[in-house]
C-alpha cells in the first residue's frame, strides 16, 4: 500500500495517544466484525450490517446508522469493495428527500420504518467526501463520490436542519421537522467544517456548530446534576431540558449519548474547538475517579451508575461507552492512565454488552481513532 493508505498510524500534535496503541489491534477488530455483522444475505446483491442480537426490534434487521459504520471502517481501511457494497445497498432504501430510511428488514424486502437518521446520514456524506480523496472517482458505484457527498449535504442541510423557531439547530431526521428535538449524540461539529467546505454554505454549517454547541452548554446544569461530568441526555429540547423524543425514550446517558465523546474528541483533534476541551475534560475528570474499569453502560445525568437493564449478568462492559472515554482523554496527556487503561479493555474485543453489533462496530471505530487511523484525508 501507499503511504497515505493504511496503516497511517497518524499522530497530531493536539492528541495523546495509548502507550500500547497497534494497528493490528484494528485489524483483528475489523476482522471480527466482518464475521459476526456483515453479511450478503438479504443484501440485495450488495453487503449489510446485521444486527444478531439486538435487544429491540427484529433480529438480523439492518439500521442505517450500521451501515454508515461499515462505509467508515472501510474508507479507512482501505478496503473499497466493502464501502461500494454497503453504499450501494443503502441506494437502494433512499427516500424521496435524498436520504435512507433509517430501519430494514431482514430480507431487504422493504423498510421497517420510514425516516432518515441524520446520524447516519451525515457519517454517510463524511465517509463519501474521504472515498473522494483517497479513490477518487465512482468505484463500483452508478456516479461519483463526490457527487453522492455533495446531494447528502444538501439533504441534510435542507431536511434536517431547522431553518425556522430552532434556527440551525440539528434535528433528529427528516420526519423531525418543526419538532423541538435534539440529539446530542448525533452533533459531529468536525463533520460539518468539512460540509461547509463542500456545499460552499461555511456560514450556514457554522451556525449549525454555534448552535449545537450553545444547546449541550444548556444540557448541562445544576438543575440536572450533569454540570460537572459531561453526561448528556439522548434527547433534548432547545433550552437543553431532557425530553421523552418518543413513547419509551431513555433520557438518562445511554447508548446514544456514549456517542459524543468521540464526536467531539474528533473536533478537538482536527480543529481544536475550545468548546469541545472543554466538555472532553469535564467528562475525563469524572470517568478518571472511577477509573477506566468501573465504566458501566449507562449513567444517570447525576453520575450514578444506571447500567442498561437488558445487558447481561455479570456486565462484560459496552465498546461505545468505554472507547468514547479513551477518545475524550486522547485530548490531555493528564489523562495518559485512564487513556491506557481504557485502550486495554477495548483491545480485549470483548466489551459486548446489550449489542453485539453495536459494540463490535464501535470496537472498529474507537480503535482507528485511538491509533492513529481515523483520519481526515
Known amino acids: ?58 433480529p438480523n434487521s439492518t439500521v442505517s446508522e450500521g451501515v454508515a459504520y461499515g462505509m467508515l471502517i472501510g474508507v479507512m ?39 432518515a437518521a441524520t446520524d447516519a446520514d451525515e457519517d454517510m456524506a463524511w465517509a463519501l467526501c474521504m472515498a473522494h480523496r483517497q479513490w477518487g472517482g465512482r468505484g463500483a458505484l ?3 463520490y463526490a457527487s453522492f457527498a455533495e446531494q447528502l449535504i444538501d439533504a ?7 431553518h425556522d423557531r430552532y434556527r440551525y439547530m440539528l434535528l433528529p431526521g427528516d420526519d423531525w421537522r418543526g419538532q423541538n428535538v435534539f440529539n446530542p449524540s448525533y452533533f459531529a461539529p468536525h463533520q460539518y467544517r468539512l460540509f461547509g467546505e463542500v456545499s460552499g454554505n461555511r456560514t450556514g454549517w457554522q451556525s449549525v456548530i454555534d448552535v449545537g454547541y450553545e444547546i449541550l452548554d444548556r444540557c448541562q446544569c445544576e438543575r440536572e446534576g450533569n454540570h460537572e461530568n459531561g453526561l448528556v441526555p439522548a434527547w433534548c429540547d432547545w433550552q437543553g431540558r431532557p425530553v421523552e423524543a418518543f413513547p419509551g425514550a431513555m433520557l438518562h446517558h445511554q447508548y446514544d449519548s456514549a456517542r459524543l465523546p468521540f464526536r467531539l ?39 450514578s451508575p ?25 485530548h490531555d496527556a493528564r489523562y495518559r492512565q485512564l487513556l491506557d487503561e481504557c485502550y486495554a479493555r477495548l483491545a480485549t474485543g470483548e466489551l459486548l454488552a446489550r449489542s453485539r453489533y453495536y459494540n463490535l462496530s464501535w470496537t472498529v471505530l474507537s480503535l482507528m481513532m485511538l491509533t492513529g487511523n481515523f483520519v481526515a484525508f
Not at 478496503?79 to 436520504?99: H, I, K, S, T, V
Not at 441534510?156 to 431547522?162: A, G, L, S, Y
Not at 456486565?315 to 486522547?330: L, Q
Open 142 to 144: 452508478a456516479r461519483d
Open 1 to 58: 500500500m501507499g503511504a497515505s493508505r493504511f496503516p497511517r498510524n497518524q499522530r497530531l500534535s493536539s492528541c495523546t495517544y495509548p502507550r500500547a496503541a497497534r494497528h493490528d489491534d484494528v485489524v483483528l477488530a475489523y476482522q471480527r466484525w466482518q464475521r459476526e455483522i456483515v453479511t450478503g444475505e438479504g443484501a440485495l446483491g450488495m453487503l449489510r450490517p446485521r444486527r444478531p442480537d439486538t435487544p429491540d426490534g427484529v
Open 265 to 303: 474528541g474528533q473536533d478537538w483533534a482536527y480543529h481544536r474547538d475550545p468548546r469541545a476541551r472543554a466538555y472532553l475534560e469535564r467528562v475525563c475528570a469524572f470517568f478518571e475517579r472511577g477509573g477506566a474499569n468501573a465504566i458501566v453502560d449507562g449513567y444517570r445525568l447525576d453520575g
Open 156 to 162: 441534510i442541510w435542507t431536511c434536517e436542519v431547522d
Open 77 to 115: 481501511l482501505d478496503d473499497q469493495a466493502l464501502f461500494d457494497a454497503m453504499f450501494g445497498y443503502a441506494l437502494r432504501f433512499f427516500n424521496p428527500n435524498g436520504l435512507m430510511d433509517w430501519y430494514i428488514a431482514p430480507d431487504g424486502s422493504a423498510p421497517l420504518a420510514r425516516g
Open 306 to 330: 444506571a447500567p442498561d437493564p437488558r445487558s447481561p449478568v455479570p456486565n462484560p462492559g459496552s465498546a461505545v461507552f468505554v472507547g468514547g472515554v479513551a477518545v475524550a482523554a486522547m
